[in-house]
């Protein structure tokens, strides 16, 4: 599976940017998937996940701010990311993995993407 993210820029704080991925080489219709963050001098955190029955997790820094969706005929997964804050700064990774129980330590990803929010 290679997953290839985009949308990533500069923001204000306040603002707002929808990343996106795109997956080749398998289906993710029964996929969990997800995105990762990781901010300069921090470890790798999740940020929002998703699994094939519509469930999803979120990190608490960003509930009810950050979207996570798909579109499985594209094989598309979104991050919609609302009110940002100069915290939410980071590489911010794709990620597919296959049972939800292991959703933290997923089996792809993604480039990453930068997204950097100016205070």
């Known amino acids: 599976v290679q997953l290839q993210a985009s949308g990533g820029g500069l923001v204000q704080a306040g603002g707002s940017l929808r990343l996106s991925c795109v997956a080749s080489?398998?289906?993710?219709?029964?996929?969990?998937m997800g995105w990762f963050r990781q901010a300069p001098g921090k470890q790798r955190e999740l940020v929002a996940v998703e699994g094939s029955g519509g469930i999803t997790n979120y990190a608490d820094s960003v509930k009810g701010r950050f979207t996570i969706s798909r579109d499985t005929n594209q094989k598309m997964v979104y991050l919609q990311m609302n009110t940002l804050k100069p915290e939410d700064t980071a590489v911010y990774y794709c990620?597919?993995?296959?049972?939800?129980?292991?959703?933290?330590?997923?089996?792809?990803w993604g480039q990453g993407t930068q997204v950097t929010v100016s205070s």
């Open positions: 080489g398998s289906s993710i219709n029964y996929a969990v």
């Open positions: 990620t597919y993995g296959s049972t939800w129980s292991n959703r933290r330590n997923p089996h792809y």
